[in-house]
């Protein structure tokens, strides 16, 4: 858990909390927090100790939706916007967490793949960045498709666009939700793609901004 400015999306540029929460089957190949993906009890540390780490590593603490609100003023942070993320954090039923979050006051916002049922209080705004055909096996929901609020698409090449136009052509995707598209790893061909794309589609570009900034 860390306070920084959230870098992708229709939320880039504004301040936030992030909960990273440890755990994930997906299987991502150009993951750039594999650190998450297994839930090791013997890498269970205490809050302060988890939170004081200076590089990113597999250790992780537990706590229930009041305790995290008690660390959110203990460490300070003043952002008052909360970023769930993993791993895969749809992995777990939500509705508790991002309801007691939004009745203090927060916004809230969730990044998933897709690849679970979204549980999660009705004001959550929902980040689906579908994750096809990856090594874990796992299919796009309609539940997914449907809660969307955006569709944040990492691309590299031109099939990847090709899986975007199915995923958005299923009945169940929601027809209101922004559409996004993020080149993976800021590499210039895939860059190239993103934008030629949105100017061709009126999509929009996510820029993993924290990364060009050098920023958590």
Known sequence: MFETIQGEGSFTGVPAIFIRLQGCPVGCPWCDTKHTWEVDPEREHAA??????????????SDNAEGLLQLFVSQGY??????????????YDLRLLT????????????ETSGTFEILVHDKTWVTLSPKVNMQGGYEILDQALAR???IKHPVAMAKHIDELDTLLAREATNPGAQVFLQPISQQKRATDLAVA??????WRLSLQTHKYIGIE
């Open 48 to 61: 302060q100790q988890v939170l004081s780490k200076s590089e990113p590593d597999d250790s992780w603490f």
């Open 78 to 91: 003043k952002a008052r916007h909360v970023v769930i993320t993993g791993g895969e954090p749809a992995m």
């Open 99 to 110: 309801s007691v979050l939004i009745d203090a006051g927060y916004s809230v916002q969730i």
């Open 148 to 150: 969307a609020d955006e």
């Open 197 to 202: 794309t949105c100017i061709e589609r009126n």
